[in-house]
């Protein structure tokens, strides 16, 4: 979700091997229009279900 600060929010659930590529794609790349100055992630927990099943962009 794009935010009024000009930053980004979301959510990433998988095994963990997937989030660590996703961390890494986010900080390092993003998407094409994007400038990335820093990627913060909180709230790191393990889950034993998901609570996602597709993926949305809000705006």
Do not use: C, H
Not at 7 to 25: A, D, F, R, S
């Amino acid at each position: 979700m794009n935010t009024r600060q000009d930053t980004v929010k979301g959510v990433v659930e998988g095994p963990p091997q997937k989030v660590n590529q996703m961390k890494y794609w986010l900080e390092k790349t993003g998407s094409p229009q994007s400038r990335i100055d820093r990627a913060v992630f909180t709230n790191e927990k393990n889950i034993t279900k998901y609570t996602y099943d597709s993926f949305r962009i809000k705006r």
